[in-house]
Nanobody, 112 residues
Framework: QVQLVESGGGLVQPGGSLTLSCATSGIRFIVIAMGWYRQAPGKERELVASITSGGTIDSVDSEGRFAISRDRNTLYLQMNSLKSEDTAVYYC?????????WGQGTQVTVSS
């Protein structure tokens, strides 16, 4: 059974940093693509950043605050200079041509 388990979320003050991790199990091959998505209350889920097995990164972060990385099938998201609008549930996703797996999410709350 494939599982994606996110960790590292929590409460942080504006301007602070967090590092999210996503550990996978039950996958016996290198996943083609992995990514972080987030969903804020009342909003649709949106892509934060993705990275392929070859290292190609796609990010919607124009300010350079977020950095995605991976080590085989373990995914990370370093988040710096966090803002209140970054508050959301962050989800890990792993996908390829014929598979698509999601984690259960980890809550990130940015508040003073």
């Amino acid at each position: 059974q494939v599982q994606l388990v996110e960790s590292g979320g929590g409460l942080v003050q504006p301007g602070g940093s967090l590092t999210l991790s996503c550990a996978t199990s039950g996958i016996r091959f290198i996943v083609i693509a992995m990514g972080w998505y987030r969903q804020a209350p009342g909003k649709e889920r949106e892509l934060v950043a993705s990275i392929t097995s070859g290292g190609t990164i796609d990010s919607v972060d124009s300010e350079g605050r977020f950095a995605i990385s991976r080590d085989r099938n373990t995914l990370y998201l370093q988040m710096n200079s966090l803002k209140s609008e970054d508050t959301a549930v962050y989800y890990c996703r792993a996908w390829g041509f014929d598979y698509d797996y999601w984690g259960q999410g980890t809550q990130v709350t940015v508040s003073s």
